[in-house]
C-alpha cells in the first residue's frame, strides 16, 4: 500500500505560481498522477510522470504552464504552476499506480490504486 500526502495548496492571484507537492511512502515502479477537481465538476488528470524513466505527460489545459517533477530520494513529486488562472481553482489530488509504462499507456484516472487527500488551490482574479 502507497500513502500521499499532498501540500503546498493556498491562495494566490491570477498570474501567480504555486508549488505543489505530493509525498509518497514507496515510489519505485509507480506513475504518480495529479488531479483535480472544481466545484461541480468531474475529477480532471492534468499530469503524471513516472518513477522508473521520468517520461511525463500533460493536460492541453496545462501543458505549458504546469511543470511536473519528481525528486527519487524524497519519495515526491511536484507540480509547479505558473500563470495561474481563476480556473485553475479547485481541489488537487495525487494518485499513484504501478507498473505503467508511460511511453505507451496514460492510465486512466479509474486506474489509479492510491489517492492523497487532497489539497486546495483558490485563485483570485
Known amino acids: 500500500e502507497v500513502q500521499l500526502v499532498e501540500s503546498g495548496g493556498g491562495l494566490v492571484q491570477a498570474g501567480g505560481s504555486l508549488r505543489l507537492s505530493c509525498a509518497a511512502s514507496?515510489?519505485?515502479?509507480?506513475?504518480i498522477g495529479w488531479f483535480r477537481q472544481a466545484p461541480g465538476k468531474e475529477r480532471e488528470g492534468i499530469s503524471c510522470i513516472s518513477s522508473n524513466d521520468g517520461t511525463t505527460y500533460y493536460a492541453d489545459s496545462v501543458k505549458g504552464r504546469f511543470t511536473i517533477s519528481s525528486d527519487g530520494a524524497k519519495n515526491t513529486v511536484y507540480l509547479q504552476m505558473n500563470s495561474l488562472k481563476p480556473e485553475d481553482t479547485a481541489v488537487y489530488f495525487c494518485?499513484?499506480?504501478?507498473?505503467?509504462?508511460?511511453?505507451?499507456?496514460?492510465?486512466?484516472?479509474?486506474?489509479?490504486?492510491?489517492w492523497g487527500q487532497g489539497t486546495q488551490v483558490t485563485v483570485s482574479s
Open positions: 494518485a499513484a499506480i504501478k507498473g505503467v509504462d508511460l511511453r505507451t499507456t496514460i492510465p486512466k484516472e479509474y486506474e489509479y490504486d492510491y
Open positions: 514507496t515510489f519505485d515502479d509507480y506513475v
